[in-house]
């Protein structure tokens, strides 16, 4: 009888029924037998363990991608809003309350951005290992508060004015 020895480890046995004993080299040739079957169980085990780390790998780099895109879309649109906004305030048939109104748009937007900037630093930090999460009680009726508060500032000031007088969205711009 031979152990079957798998990283140090007993995993089974290998038996020879035989009335007489071996000659040494059968014994030899029987004992290089066994190593090279714990040798295949060990290449078995990394193969699976290979596939498991390539399958997260690529899971990880799916969520990545998702995440790129994500955060392209999420700093593009206060991006546009202030771009838009700056240059409207270049057009001399604004009133002084549109351009104020526009203003603050502006500067929503940027705080908005500077946000999504900070946020994503704290992910990769996060990420890092260089900050930990903690956790805290909050309101959520305050944090529901403050999202809706972000997004009506998105909402022009024109085209509040003009919904409120009857006029649908789509003929505003």
């Known amino acids: 009888m031979i152990p079957l020895v798998v990283n140090d480890k007993v995993i089974g046995h290998v038996?020879?029924?035989?009335?007489s004993?071996?000659?040494?080299f059968t014994k030899?040739?029987?004992?290089?037998?066994?190593?090279?079957?714990?040798?295949?169980f060990k290449r078995y085990e990394?193969?699976?363990q290979l596939?498991?780390?390539?399958?997260k790998a690529e899971e990880s780099e799916k969520l990545k991608s998702a995440f790129l895109a994500n955060m392209s879309h999420e700093?593009?649109?206060?991006?546009?809003?202030?771009?838009?906004?700056?240059?409207?305030?270049?057009?001399?048939?604004?009133?002084?309350?549109?351009?104020?109104?526009?203003l603050n748009l502006i500067e929503a937007e940027g705080k908005q951005l500077l946000a999504l900037i900070n946020d994503i630093v704290v992910i990769s930090k996060i990420d890092a290992q260089q900050i930990t999460?903690?956790?805290?009680?909050?309101?959520?009726?305050d944090l529901i508060n403050n999202i809706y508060s972000q997004f009506s500032l998105q909402i022009p000031p024109t085209v509040k004015l003009l919904s409120n007088k009857g006029l649908d969205n789509e003929n505003c711009f």
């Open 15 to 19: 038996s020879f029924n035989r009335n």
């Open 21 to 24: 004993g071996f000659d040494e």
């Open 28 to 40: 030899n040739t029987l004992q290089h037998m066994v190593v090279e079957i714990s040798n295949l």
């Open 46 to 48: 990394i193969k699976q």
């Open 51 to 55: 596939i498991l780390a390539k399958d």
């Open 75 to 102: 700093i593009r649109t206060p991006l546009n809003s202030i771009l838009g906004f700056s240059s409207l305030l270049k057009k001399d048939s604004l009133t002084d309350e549109n351009k104020k109104n526009f």
């Open 133 to 141: 999460i903690t956790m805290h009680e909050f309101s959520l009726n």
